[in-house]
């Protein structure tokens, strides 16, 4: 027997006299607090009604898709649950299932409604959701997909093109065919990075990933993230150094996240910083956080550039600067920063150079 069912039950069994169930509290007759825990720990409103379309439960999300406020009684009456009682009635008459998107003070709902026994009788359930937020999530969606389909073109193109040439006999010299080589080799990287990308920042967007936190010194983090750039750098001309105060503090955090962190907000810099120029990794206490920060002697970043930097799939065009990169490695770096309570900032000054940092929570013995 269903929770639901056993709800019912207790409700007939708790009738005076006569066809109308008591006017026993939701609460008290539910099978558990834990229960009701859950159902109201829930995105999506629940709501439970007889076949009188008495309420029997209503969580929380309902009430406040519905416009009910707490501690009020909850009713299928005036503007915002009429439309609900009459769906919920017809699948009362009805049976199966029903979907339809309704509207409570302007906020669009979509409405899923069942009918099913219970002890003889039969409940209603209404399951709500919010329609705004659902297209929300659905729009960043089609825009990452268009961004990603964007960014595949190129590569994509380069590839077939070196392939053609190969094909059609037009790389016969040594010097050409080295040159297609690379380039698929290249364009190959790019579109496997854009991929990797793209799966760390999905699942850091997701909220599901799972945190191992620890005492991180800050240092050894920045040595080895310089030692995993160091080719990298070395390709670019660009020097690689570390600048600690030996009191800097530890955090407290998942050193991994922090290594993913520094590694992206070091490829940036590299990616912007021409040759002959320089990348230092330092860090400062700002009170109960650390800033974990990357210096660069690049070309800097226009003022109109500023406040778009930690948008997803967004690259600062700038002339002289080394490969882009994928235009998510600062949206992973804000992802993470935000895991870990703390914040991402830049300075920069154009022509000069930037400063890009991650604030990370400051070690304490009590952690």
């Not at 008495?54 to 416009?67: D, I, W």
């Amino acid at each position: 027997m269903s929770w639901l069912e056993r709800l019912w039950k207790r409700r007939v069994a708790g009738r005076p006299g006569g066809d109308e169930p008591a006017a026993v509290p939701v609460r008290t007759v539910l099978p558990n607090a834990a229960l009701v825990a859950v159902l109201d720990s829930l995105v999506r409103g629940v709501v439970v009604v007889d076949r009188s379309l008495r309420p029997v439960f209503a969580n929380t999300s309902a009430r406040s898709l519905l416009g009910i406020h707490p501690g009020e009684e909850f009713a299928l009456s005036g503007d915002q649950g009429a439309e609900l009682r009459e769906l919920l009635a017809q699948s009362l008459r009805l049976g199966g299932r029903i979907c339809r998107d309704i509207s409570s003070g302007g906020c669009g709902i979509r409405a899923e409604v069942y009918r099913f026994p219970a002890g003889g009788d039969v409940l209603a359930l209404a399951l709500l959701s919010d329609t705004s937020v659902e297209a929300q999530v659905e729009e960043r969606y089609r825009l990452t997909a268009g961004d990603v389909a964007h960014d595949l073109r190129a590569p994509a193109a380069a590839i077939e093109c070196c392939v053609e040439d190969l094909l059609d006999g037009k790389a016969s010299d040594p010097d050409v065919l080295t040159a297609r080589l690379n380039t698929i080799r290249n364009e190959s990287r790019r579109v496997a990075l854009l991929a990797e990308d793209v799966l760390h920042f999905t699942a850091l967007a997701s909220g599901r990933v799972k945190m191992s936190l620890e005492v991180c010194g800050l240092p050894a983090v920045a040595e080895s993230c310089l030692a995993s750039m160091s080719v990298a750098a070395e390709r670019a001309g660009v020097r690689l150094a570390a600048r600690f105060d030996p009191a800097t503090p530890a955090v407290f955090g998942d050193v991994l996240r922090i290594r993913q962190a520094l590694t992206n907000l070091l490829a940036n810099a590299i990616n912007h910083t021409p040759s002959g120029g320089s990348v230092t990794v330092w860090g400062e206490e700002a009170g109960d956080l650390v800033r974990l920060c990357v210096t660069d002697t690049g070309c800097g970043i226009s003022p109109q550039d500023m406040d778009r930097l930690w948008d997803r799939f967004f690259r600062v065009a700038t002339a002289g600067a080394q490969t882009q990169g994928t235009g998510l490695g600062l949206s992973i770096v804000k992802r993470i920063a935000g895991l870990h309570g703390g914040d991402v900032g830049v300075s920069s000054t154009p022509g000069e150079g930037s400063t890009f940092w991650i604030s990370l929570p400051r070690y304490r013995p009590q952690d």
